[in-house]
């Protein structure tokens, strides 16, 4: 008995003296490995809400993205097809309450904005007409270069998060000065990010990857730091559920997910257990 207490007290000895020599030493085979043994543990953040919708039969297309107003509690699904509505309308609990599909031609990409005074849905139609507002860097795989930017958030410290999907990696940019900050691609040998969001908290970031049906739960980095990435959790999905955009509510920390290969949107919900200031 004693032995075995003496393998494992040796065994988690040296797990971290690993773990601080691959910090200090920027080792990229010991990170490596590192990274193996903390995917394997990783910690479980959110569970999927198999009540909502109420009624899935109102997605009647391919759902190809989703917003939420936090502010009024809405939940905005765009989706493509024939002769269907293209813009629906939940709220976070699950209730339809309208759709729309007089404006929106091919949807693609949204975003929710609300205040006490107005209540705006901001759509991406790849089918029409569209003005260009912000334009940074250019085709290539260098820094500040892209390939397929496919999508972008904001850290609450002012730095711009984009999902340079063709590139597999996560570019950093100071939002005010367009200053490049950094760049992420050891998670992503396999398949780049789709989509990019960060809970309510600041805590992680949520990453979509399209052909391999999976979300991903990155640590934040501190300000004036973008360091290395690091998985702290993930939610493997279904073959072919292909999770193409996804967003938080800032109020519950709820990640709604549109899945264009399965034509539907699915809430997951945070463990109160992580998320204490949470009430669900």
Known sequence: MARIWLCAGGAGFFLALLVLHSHFSGSPVLREFVFQISWRTEEILYRLDVNWPKHSEYFTGATFCTAVDTLNGLVYIAQRGDNIPKVLVFTEDGYFLRAWNSTVDTPHGM??????????????????????????????????????????????????????????????????TGVWLGAWNNCFTEEGPSSVRFTPDGKYLVVAQLNLSRLLFVAAPPVGSIGYCSVISSIQLADQVLPHLLDVSGKTGAIYVAEIGAKQVQKYVPLKSYFPSFHL
């Open 111 to 176: 975003f929710a904005t609300s205040s006490l005074d107005e209540q705006a849905i901001w759509i991406t139609d790849v089918g029409s007409d569209f003005m260009m507002l912000w334009l940074h860097g250019e085709n290539g795989t260098g820094p500040a270069k892209f390939n397929i930017p496919h999508s972008v958030t904001v850290d609450s410290s002012g730095r711009v998060w984009v999902a340079d999907r063709g590139n597999k990696r996560i570019q950093v940019f100071d939002k005010d």
